[in-house]
């Protein structure tokens, strides 16, 4: 293939595709060719294409190069204007980037530090990490100091930095406002360790204890009483720190990258080490990445030349799916999951570029290394540009736990506004005052709900963010109040490029006081974005946050109203001119500190500033909204998070799916992917079955680029108007249950949308399934993602029974069953077992469903029992931390559902009253026959009878339905049925 | 009145809500449209009806009563308990409305006699009669203008008859003075040619005489000279002539050029050389991004997004516009243009056609979103064809005489030549070729014009040859009926679609295969015709990304039928308040 130029040998791949396409299309593929999913070469990994065929004919590929060379003269001769698609060459990868170049180079056993000194301080257990005599060389340097501690409920966390005493030129950037102030008090403050010859041990938690071995050295945690080890560091010996030194002449520390030059002004200062999850089938997590849930070897035999994991945030155009290279967003943390330990994870806290590699098993046959080789075990390679060793080890054993155990130190997600749980209209752009009328008109005419519209960039005056067109939006604040007289909210978008206009206020703000972020030679950094040449906040200095967060003061934003709530884009930060559309590494931030050394963290303290802003606005009462394209660990705090510029394609479809799960397994659980995909029109079958997966996914969002097509609701002929409308009425009914989740997800950490194994951690059946998901733990939802498909097939998980949400039909689980498909919904199950709230009337938007009765569906499990959680509040304040929530758990066993209160009964705060009832109980796989039911205390009688599952026409009768029991939601009662 | 709300008391918190609607004589019978009452009255003697989809029963008991019994939501049609149910509100003193039953007890007020918001917790002003009286004044508005625009109607089809009528005969007229012209031509050609023979014959015989005289070389060079000047005189006069007549006297319009096969070939040339040299601007953009200078870069960047050649990026940004176009253009003449002269060429003929449209919008250029209209110059050549179609009499009896003179006077035989004789002859013909191609131009742009679709009583006619014009914002709509669409923005012009056809029975005009936009469909525009007693452009707007929507209002749409329907409408309007 060597002989071929890489955008020939795109076409190469794709003209068979090209070749069938009549003249008017082909304008648009072309447009696309480089993201279409068999470009085995697009980018340059085939690891996930391992039967590459080598034996092409060469002289064949020869002549279909010439052919190509017609097509691409035809090509533009079809009045092409840009050829626009993922450049992969814009981007650097791993051999491009020194640091990771070396460190994928090291061989096992490279590490030759050992540790010494160790003891006990503040609680710690301490060593120094030194090199010995016999490895010394002029190169020789400093001793490292390893600190571990011990946190509540099985975390240990390692930090590594270098030795202050030794006055490193510079402090090595720290990431601060991620974790938690209160994790802190967590802490266990060690006493003493236990020494087993050169082993150094503490306990840890339920029986599992922490091991730092001195020569070779390794930091690991086992199982005490087994010794069955669950995390450990080091043990290939791959660690490596390069410490900050005084450049010596002849040093060559500027690295180019095309036309950009990183000044490097402190020079080398990467660490990478391994890291091995035993007992381990599958990894997971470290998002952004458009790829599988589980997440395939990068590096190892059997795998072709991958590029590693890359947690860089980048503005990518056009991104592809299948691809390990970075997104919008990073989070540096890995799960494992597996047979014989069950979940731990791994959280290295650094706000560097990223690079990690998954090892194919026996990745390291040529160097014998003495670990235990009776159990699965999976190796990982971690590699950073900058920043210090600040690891957390998570040793579960229960997915849950992990959950828990991670959320405990970056916290977990704020408790959404109730309308921001339901659908979300946007597009780029919602032109004039008048568009948003007819769009929000036709939403009423068609009966269809939505709870927001979205105003994006140009709805601004010359992308000066809170500014109005004037023309356009001569009066947003009558428009937002017209919306919000119809229960619907607005939201615009605000983006960290300030235009560089002396006459714009922020700019003038910003520029005087100091408050952008600096260029390497130390003048305010101008990069361009949308207005033109920009600058960006500096928003890692708590002051520049507290003064952008008065931005959102109504006063300062002229034009917004209590409705009004925020999007942050382009916050990687996205600079059209800057090395591989963002930053340069040698931009400068407050504190001195380095682009390259908090890269990743930029947008999540933009994202953080403004979140607190719209907290303030209001006196802290209100729950910000904002939704931001770029995040950090400590993301789900302040906000939403959304998969960015994705393409109208069913490969993107489907990978939105372990996108939003993986984001859910890191801490994020409130966030989802344009329905329809931004890029490109997707033909109206897609739209239908995005709409029909996206409903159960946490954040639902309409999104489209302005090139685009109109694709609302309503425009695609009547069928397809009731297909998408039932979608999102599906998801309003379901959304007591939504609600539920993300409280439960605010308390406990765990996702709202979850992987299979989550919920059946022994079914490996489940492992790597990442086409179906749960929402909680009672439905399972199994996407279609394949054109013009009469069936498909679902794994239902085994030991449960599985009733199908429309016919209510049973299907026993441990099986793959294959489902018929209609284009009407996608198969959803309800579990055995669960009892789940709901909604079923129609309205406007969530604020008027407030006093609608609720549904309660139970499905028995072989016992005859059923349990199930109802979670309210007002949806919008912070009342519910004094105690002003309804929380109720709902029980069914021996013929009896009962009502049972979980909220604290508070004596002090206010309380939260509902009128609510329930109206209506639907039993599935209960085998009495009941007739009626007597409710307590009232001691009034129900009908009994065989109603519908949800009430639509052509729908049978078939399931027990309890007829307005009339119980207030808030109340203790039971119900017995007779 | 007030309404016995016992069956309700579950939602009723407050005893003292009121129903000003006297439609409704029991709650059993809340939100049932007219229609429907004999439907219900089954449930009255017999105690149990079937659901209209005849899925399951339902008992009076059922009626009503907050619980969803039948899947189509005919037993709730008073509350919201079915989804799919349906609520009506009588609006006495305004018109009737069927609601979804997503609207009852919502909190929003949806009928304006307030009968859908009735739990007590929202309170709902009876708007009916003002509403009503605000509805029907506007019902009467539209019926004085449909009277009015029915009269114009009438008035313009007959005058569309007559300019038909006039432009028929004026085809015919065109067609037979081509005829005797082209004979005069003939007549004139073979006059010159032999007068031309004759003078060749005595040059060609002096030269023999001096060529005996000189040297050779010079006699040589003076042979080759005159050589050259006969080939240039023999070459298919007429075509030669007819361009350049074109040229001289009618302003190449687009629509010339597209109907010129001779110029098509340039055209597609033009465009293929834009469309490489964009694409070669792309490949450019992949391979060389680096060599452009970061604000370059950043453009460049941006515009993948934006989908804006990014020398259109910011157009809305004047300072940075103004910064960058000059760059650019210095960057693009510096290397080659072809994209920038492309653009030009296209502005430069589109200038010409609207100099006029610009004069006379100076008086509308302070409002903003103004419409206006005029005669385009393309077909001023109508405008011009008129004019000479009246003095036309007199050139064509003037060239007839001429000729006729000429004719007599000049004799080719005679030796030496008459030289200014010989000239007068050349005259004659030349203006007599320029007249004819003028006059085929003419006829053709004549049977261009009747082969249009004018409407079924040609109620369109008088809107061929005009454009219509709205400012909106920065932009200035055009709309040419039968001709073209554009949006002009300063000194650009974007073509947003060439006439295509009426749709939907006369009722849009549909303008299409415009500009090309990048990534996204050919420009087009879609005229909505509305009744109105000019024709004015209104609410041009880009629903989707270059597709065009605009109002279009004209007399051609009052129609007779549809200010019935609007009288009957207003019969059955009441017209006392005492009626509620």
């Not at chain 1, 070749?19 to 447009?31: E, G, M, T, W």
């Not at chain 1, 731990?344 to 390291?364: H, K, P, R, T, Y």
């Not at chain 1, 007597?934 to 052509?954: F, T």
Request: proline share 5%; net charge negative.
């Amino acid at each position: 293939m060597e002989v071929i130029a890489p955008d020939v040998d795109l076409f190469f791949l794709n003209f068979p595709f090209l070749f069938d396409q009549p003249k008017s299309q082909v304008r648009l593929i072309n447009h696309k060719y480089t993201i279409i999913p068999s470009s085995k070469s697009v980018y340059s990994s085939v690891a996930f294409q391992s039967s590459y065929d080598h034996s092409t004919d060469r002289s064949t590929m020869k002549s279909i190069v010439v052919f190509h060379h017609f097509l691409f003269l035809l090509l533009f001769l079809s009045h092409l204007n840009s050829i626009s698609s993922w450049k992969k060459e814009e981007f650097r990868n791993c051999n491009q980037t020194p640091f990771c170049e070396r460190a994928r180079s090291r061989k096992p056993q490279h590490c030759k530090l050992i540790a010494t000194d160790v003891t006990i301080h503040d609680g710690d257990l301490t060593a120094k990490l030194i090199t010995p005599d016999k490895f010394q060389d002029e190169n020789s340097t400093n001793p490292l100091i390893l600190s571990l501690s011990v946190y509540q409920n099985g975390i240990l966390r390692m930090k590594i930095d270098e030795d202050p005493s030794h006055n490193p030129p510079k402090k090595r950037f720290q990431v601060p406002d991620v974790i938690l102030p209160e994790f802190e008090s967590n802490k266990l403050w060690l006493q003493r360790y236990t020494n087993d010859g050169d082993s150094f041990i503490v306990y840890l938690f339920d029986g599992y204890e922490a091991v730092v071995t001195s020569d070779p050295l390794e930091v690991f945690v086992r199982e005490q009483s087994s010794g069955k080890r669950v995390l450990s560091f080091n043990s290939h010996g791959l660690f490596d720190f390069e410490q900050l030194r005084v450049k010596k002449e002849g040093d060559e520390w500027e690295e180019r990258f095309r036309s950009h030059t990183d000044s490097r002004p402190f020079g080398p200062q990467s660490i990478s080490f391994d890291v091995s999850f035993h007992g381990a089938d599958f990894v997971y997590g470290i998002p952004e990445h458009a790829t599988s849930l589980a997440l395939k070897p990068t590096n190892g035999p059997g795998v072709e030349h991958s590029e590693p994991y890359r947690l860089f945030n980048l503005d990518v155009f056009e991104y592809l799916h299948e691809s390990p290279f970075g997104l919008y967003g990073s989070i540096p943390f890995m799960l494992s999951h597996g047979k014989s330990h069950g979940t731990s994870g791994f959280f290295w806290l650094n706000a560097a570029e990223m690079q990690i590699d998954v090892l194919g098993s026996g990745w390291d046959a040529e160097n014998s290394i003495l670990l235990p080789s009776d159990e699965k075990r999976i190796d990982t390679l971690w590699m950073s540009e900058a920043g210090i060793v600040d690891a957390f080890f998570f040793i579960g054993p229960k997915p849950k736990d992990v959950m828990k155990q991670y959320a405990s130190v970056t916290g977990t997600s704020a408790m959404p506004q109730l309308f921001s749980t339901g659908y979300h209209q946007c597009r780029w752009n919602y032109r004039d005052e008048e568009d948003v009328k007819n769009v929000d008109s036709k939403f009423d005419e068609y009966d269809i709900p939505y709870d927001v519209l979205w105003l994006d960039i140009e709805h601004t005056d010359g992308k000066r963010y809170f500014t109005w067109d004037k023309v356009l939006f001569p009066n947003p604040e009558g428009m937002q109040k017209d919306l919000a007289s119809r229960g619907r909210r607005m939201v615009t978008i605000v983006d960290p490029h300030i235009k560089r206009d002396d006459n714009y206020h922020i700019h003038k703000e910003a520029s005087k006081n100091g408050y952008y972020v600096k260029d390497a030679s130390g003048k305010d950094f101008d990069g361009w974005c949308w207005p033109g040449s920009s600058s960006y906040i500096d928003m890692v200095n708590p002051e520049i946050r507290s003064w952008w967060g008065d931005k959102f003061a109504y006063t300062e934003y002229v034009g917004s109203t209590p409705s009004l709530y925020i999007w942050n884009d382009m916050n990687e930060p996205s600079v059209f001119n800057g090395p591989e559309v963002t930053m340069p590494r040698d931009a400068l931030h407050y504190g001195n500190i380095e682009h390259r050394e908090l890269h990743n963290a930029y947008g999540y303290y933009f994202h953080m500033a403004t979140s607190e802003g719209i907290l303030k606005r209001e006196g802290g009462t209100d729950r910000p909204f904002v939704l931001s394209r770029a995040f950090f660990p400590g993301t789900q705090r302040y906000g939403t998070v959304w998969t960015g510029d994705n393409i109208a394609e069913w490969e993107h479809l489907r990978v939105s799916v372990p996108m939003i799960l993986t984001l859910g397994l890191t801490g994020i659980t409130f966030s989802g992917a344009d329905v329809g995909g931004f890029f490109g029109n997707p033909d109206t079958e897609l739209l239908v079955r995005w709409y029909q997966v996206a409903a159960y996914l946490p954040f639902f969002r309409g999104h489209a680029h302005h090139d685009t097509k109109r694709r609302e609701p309503w425009l695609f002929g009547e069928r397809n108007t009731e297909l998408m409308s039932d979608a999102i009425r599906v998801r309003y009914t379901f959304l007591p249950y939504f609600y539920t989740l993300f409280r439960e997800a605010n308390v406990t950490g765990v996702p709202v949308a979850r992987p299979l194994w989550m919920e059946f951690p022994h079914d490996e059946a489940t492992f790597n399934n990442d086409e179906a998901f749960m929402v909680g733990n009672g439905l399972l939802v199994q996407g279609v993602y394949t054109k013009r498909a009469k069936d498909v097939t679902v794994y239902l998980p085994k030991d449960h029974t599985w009733y199908d949400l429309k016919s209510g039909t049973a299907y026993k689980g441990g099986k793959t069953q294959k489902m018929e498909v209609t284009d009407a919904d996608i198969p959803v199950f309800q579990r055995s077992g669960t009892i789940i709230p709901r909604k079923d009337r129609f309205r406007r938007s969530t604020v008027q469903m407030e006093n609608d009765p609720y549904t309660l569906v139970i499905a028995v499990d072989s016992s005859g029992a059923a349990e199930g959680e109802l979670y309210i509040d007002d949806g919008k304040s912070y009342e519910f931390r004094q105690g002003a929530y309804i929380h109720r758990r709902f029980i069914f066993s021996n013929g009896k559902l009962t009502s049972v209160n979980l909220a604290p009964s508070s004596s002090h705060g206010t309380k939260f009253l509902s009128d609510c009832t329930i109206e209506r109980i639907i039993l599935l796989g209960y085998s009495a026959k009941p007739k009626s039911a007597r409710i307590k205390p009232s001691n009034h009688a129900a009908d009994i009878e065989l109603g519908p599952l949800q009430i639509r026409s052509g729908i049978r009768s078939s399931a027990l339905t309890i007829r307005k029991p009339n119980v207030g939601v808030s109340d203790d009662w039971t119900i017995q049925l007779l | 009145m007030k309404i016995n709300t016992s069956i309700f008391t579950f939602f009723v918190l407050s005893s003292t809500l009121i129903l000003r609607s006297t439609a409704i004589s029991s709650n059993d019978r809340l939100g049932v449209a007219p229609e429907d009452e004999i439907y219900y009255k089954g449930l009255w003697s017999s105690g149990t009806i079937k659901c209209k989809d005849g899925s399951r029963t339902f008992t009076k008991s059922q009626l009503n009563d907050d619980f969803c019994d039948c899947f189509d939501g005919t037993d709730e049609p008073g509350t919201s308990a079915c989804p799919t149910g349906k609520f009506f509100c009588r609006n006495a003193g305004h018109s009737a409305l069927t609601l979804f039953s997503s609207r009852i007890n919502d909190g929003i007020c949806d009928c304006c006699d307030g009968s859908d918001e009735y739990d007590g917790k929202t309170r709902c002003k009876n708007t009916c009669w003002e509403a009503g009286k605000v509805a029907r004044d506007k019902l009467m508005e539209q019926i004085a203008l449909f009277q009015e625009g029915v009269a114009i109607r009438k008035h313009e089809i007959e005058q569309a008859k007559i300019s038909a009528a006039k432009d028929e005969a004026e085809l015919s007229n065109l067609k037979n003075e081509e005829k005797i012209l082209k004979g005069i031509v003939q007549q004139l050609k073979e006059h010159k040619e032999r007068i031309e023979k004759a003078v060749e014959k005595e040059r060609i015989q002096k030269e023999k005489e001096v060529k005996q005289k000189k040297e050779a070389e010079e006699s040589e060079s003076k042979e080759h000279k005159s050589e050259e000047k006969v080939d240039a005189g023999e070459q298919e006069p007429v075509n030669n002539n007819d361009d350049e007549a074109a040229i001289l006297d009618n302003p190449p319009s687009g629509q010339n050029l597209k109907e010129n096969p001779a110029e098509l070939p340039v055209d597609v040339v033009q465009n293929a050389h834009a469309s490489l040299d964009n694409g070669e601007k792309g490949e450019d953009a992949t391979k060389d991004i680096d060599s452009l200078s970061r604000e370059d870069l950043g453009r460049e960047i941006g515009s993948r997004w934006t989908g804006k050649k990014t020398d259109q990026q910011d157009h809305d940004i004047n300072d940075v516009k103004n910064d960058y176009e000059t760059s650019v253009n210095v960057h693009d003449e510096e290397n080659n243009g072809y994209d920038t002269e492309t653009d030009e060429d296209h502005q430069h003929y589109d200038d010409d056609e609207d100099t006029e449209a610009h004069m006379d919008d100076v008086g509308d250029a302070a409002n903003d979103d103004s419409s206006s209209s005029y005669n385009y110059d393309p077909d001023d050549d109508m405008d011009m064809l008129d004019m000479e179609t009246e003095s036309s009499p007199s050139w064509f009896e003037k060239i007839q005489r001429t000729v006729r003179n000429i004719l007599q006077n000049v004799n080719p035989f005679q030796t030496p030549v008459d030289v200014s004789e010989a000239e007068n002859v050349k005259k004659e013909y030349d203006e007599a070729i320029t007249k004819l191609s003028k006059l085929k131009s003419k006829i053709s742009r004549l049977k261009k014009k009747l082969g249009n679709d004018f409407g079924p009583e040609k109620e369109f006619y008088s809107l061929y040859g005009q454009c219509f014009e709205s400012k909106q914002n920065k932009y200035v709509y055009k709309v040419c009926p039968f001709k073209q669409a554009t949006q002009e923005e300063g000194y650009s012009t974007t073509r947003l679609g060439k006439w295509e056809k009426f749709e939907e029975s006369y009722n849009v005009m549909l303008f299409s295969n415009g500009d090309n936009c990048w990534n996204g469909p050919d420009r087009s525009l879609k005229a909505r015709l509305r009744c109105g007693l000019k024709v004015e452009l209104a609410d041009v707007d880009e629903p989707s990304r270059c597709e065009y929507a605009a109002m279009l209002t004209t007399p051609a749409l009052c129609l007779e039928g549809k200010l019935k329907e609007l009288e009957d409408e207003l019969d059955k309007q009441p017209q006392f308040h005492d009626e509620l």
